[in-house]
């Protein structure tokens, strides 16, 4: 449930910070006034789409912060514990800065979270119903998800589409294993004799055999110049190491007398020892070399047979060893293929699964729909409908798909006599106003979320109809917290908590919204009904409208 609302420089809200109460809480102002400040704020909250035209004329960033209450048992607490953001305080903060500049960060907890986090936790917090909801009524697939919603049939709904994922893939599977069936041995003879020639050599390192190919070939010309150089360091009688043996020497007497001579000391010190071990290695290099011209001859006749392969498979021949795995992962794929015959009864055996499963969802949305479409005929006849009457009708689809075995239509009549035809066909712009209000109602009695947001859906209903929707949504709210934007004196006079939007001709212009106590909410009520001008007459019936929300709770 929402409970409290910050806006800083966010559109014409300069700093505003809003309690939302439980139960049914109304919106309502002057056309351009502001009404939409809210629903924008509690949108870029839930991960929404925003733009700079958010941030406040003159400001760097919009900040906002929604915090909502939540219990243990939620899905959005579960959500909350899975993403390690549950800090079991019963509250969630949501919190969004949008820049100037475009971009904009976001906050779950105090944690930093991408948008796609937030989303997903937003549609477990708020369901939002918008006044352009009726065009999903004329939507082809609308009559199907709002029947599934309703029932609740989401679950073998989602498995019908998933068996018929897993069909269509193993028969595009089987499609392609026979494409490749007389290709396949071919292909795994070439592979095979490919993975013959290379196995041997793809045991050993090319740069290594080549390395030591060399040093045969230079040999003596090694020993000279090693033979040399260990002369020159060691065994000659003015030999490097005894010269720099003496300086250091020399040098070690004045070395604490200068910070210099002390750096310089300790760097021939190093350099002694590096020099050192660089001639007891240079001894046992010598030591061990011996030549071999067989090894020689051995490691020539590899080379070449690297190279022959090497120019045979267009390639280098330190890339040899490569070559003979990927001809290994080939080989292994093809020889892992399944047979067509194989994969011909796997088919027909998930070709079953999908139908048996399809079959049963087709049934139980048939047993639904009935039941469904009168309780919607007598919902919509309480708006001024009194001859309303739907039925939902099911074609069999020329071909099965994802969505199932049937086409389903919801039908509608809103005159005695008069048989039902497709919604798009019959109804005109104010029926679909009221079957789309009545059908969001319907679906918010079965929603998961704590919090409905209605956005102007009562267009094109006042009066009586108006009075009876306000009813609704007043009976709605006993369940989940509702937050309604209304033109309608006779919707708001039946909410727990009336919100006013007014703005203000600063520089530059602002709005704040502020709750109404009774007599404000009467107020406005008469301004609802009656225009600038509001005279005892409005006034009392601004009462009336008023006393109706209190009787009905008797």
Request: overall charge negative; some cysteine; hydrophobic content about 40%.
């Amino acid at each position: 449930m929402l409970t409290h609302l910050t806006l800083i420089n966010f559109a014409l809200a300069e700093h505003l910070a809003l309690d939302i109460a439980s139960g049914f809480n109304v919106l309502t102002g002057e056309t351009g006034a502001g009404k939409s400040l809210l629903l924008d704020a509690l949108s870029a909250c839930l991960g929404e789409r925003t733009d700079t035209g958010l941030v406040r004329f003159g400001t760097e960033k919009a900040d906002v912060t929604a915090i909502f209450s939540y219990k243990d048992d939620t899905p959005e607490a579960t959500w909350l514990t899975q993403k390690e953001l549950n800090d079991h305080s019963g509250e969630i903060h949501l919190r969004r800065v949008i820049f100037a500049t475009g971009r904009s960060k976001a906050w779950i907890n105090g944690r930093p979270t991408s948008l796609s986090e937030l989303k997903e936790l937003g549609r477990l917090l708020v369901q939002l119903y918008s006044q352009h909801s009726q065009q999903q009524l004329l939507a082809p697939p609308y009559p199907k998800q709002w029947l599934d919603h309703v029932n609740q049939f989401s679950k073998p709904a989602q498995a019908v589409r998933h068996a018929y994922s897993i069909w269509q893939k193993t028969i595009r599977q089987h499609q392609d294993a026979l494409a490749a069936q007389s290709s396949r041995l071919q292909r795994i003879e070439a592979l095979e004799i490919q993975q013959e020639e290379l196995e041997t050599i793809a045991q050993k390192n090319y740069l290594d055999i080549e390395q030591e190919f060399d040093r045969f070939s230079h040999h003596e010309a090694i020993m000279q110049d090693s033979a040399y150089s260990l002369n020159i360091l060691d065994e000659e009688e003015q030999n490097i190491t005894q010269a720099l043996a003496s300086v250091i020497k020399r040098l070690e007497t004045h070395a604490g007398r200068s910070t210099e001579l002390q750096n310089i000391y300790t760097s021939l010190s190093n350099a002694q020892s590096e020099i050192n071990d660089a001639t007891l290695a240079l001894h046992h290099f010598i030591d061990k070399q011996s030549f071999n011209p067989e090894r020689m001859e051995q490691l020539n006749h590899e080379l070449e047979v690297f190279h022959h392969l090497a120019r045979k498979y267009r390639t280098q021949p330190e890339h040899l060893k490569t070559q003979y795995l990927q001809c290994q992962e080939q080989l292994d794929a093809l020889q892992q293929q399944e047979d067509p015959t194989t994969l011909a009864n796997l088919v027909k055996t998930l070709e079953i699964d999908f139908f048996t499963q399809a079959r049963h969802l087709d049934q139980i949305r048939k047993d639904a729909a009935p039941q469904l479409a009168q309780q919607l005929t007598t919902q919509i006849k309480t708006l001024a409908l009194p001859e309303a009457y739907f039925e939902f009708k099911f074609e069999p689809l020329e071909q099965a798909s994802a969505e199932g075995l049937s086409a389903i239509h919801l039908l509608f009549t809103a005159n005695k006599g008069i048989p039902p035809q497709p919604l798009a066909k019959v109804a005109s712009g104010g029926e679909l106003s009221r079957i789309a209000l009545i059908m969001q109602v319907m679906n918010a009695e079965r929603t998961e979320a704590e919090m409905i947001v209605f956005d102007e859906i009562d267009v094109g209903i006042s009066g009586g109809t108006a009075e009876i929707v306000g009813r609704l949504l007043s009976k709605l709210a006993q369940h989940v917290q509702i937050l309604c934007i209304t033109h309608q004196a006779q919707v708001a006079a039946q909410s727990d908590q009336h919100l006013f939007v007014q703005k203000q001709q600063t520089d530059p212009a602002s709005s704040t919204i502020v709750q109404l106590n009774e007599e404000q909410c009467i107020q406005e009520l008469a301004r609802m009904t009656g225009g600038i001008e509001i005279n005892d007459t409005t006034l009392e019936h601004a009462k009336q409208l008023r006393a109706l929300k209190f009787q009905a709770q008797k």
